[in-house]
């Protein structure tokens, strides 16, 4: 069996009151969790990093959007 490796580069790795985020910076309409690009994106981020929460981030309506995935 054959395994690709792929590499995972979020935009930032930001901190907050002592807790690092993974952020994603996105505009438009993919700067929403509701597209599926965005979502598995995202997802990916939170499962191999281990983090439940990621950042989507859109400059341009100067939001900042906190994005959880639970663990099963």
Do not use: C, M, W
Not at 7 to 12: K, S, T
Not at 20 to 47: D, F, M
Not at 61 to 70: A, N, V
């Amino acid at each position: 069996e054959e395994l690709n490796k792929f590499d995972l580069r979020p935009d930032l790795l930001v901190e907050k009151d002592g807790i690092q985020y993974i952020a994603e910076i996105k505009t438009g309409e993919v700067a929403n969790p509701s597209n599926r690009n965005t979502r598995r994106q995202l997802h990916e981020y939170s499962y191999y990093s281990n983090q439940e929460v990621v950042l989507l981030v859109d400059p341009t309506k100067k939001s900042i959007r906190r994005i959880s995935f639970s663990k099963f």
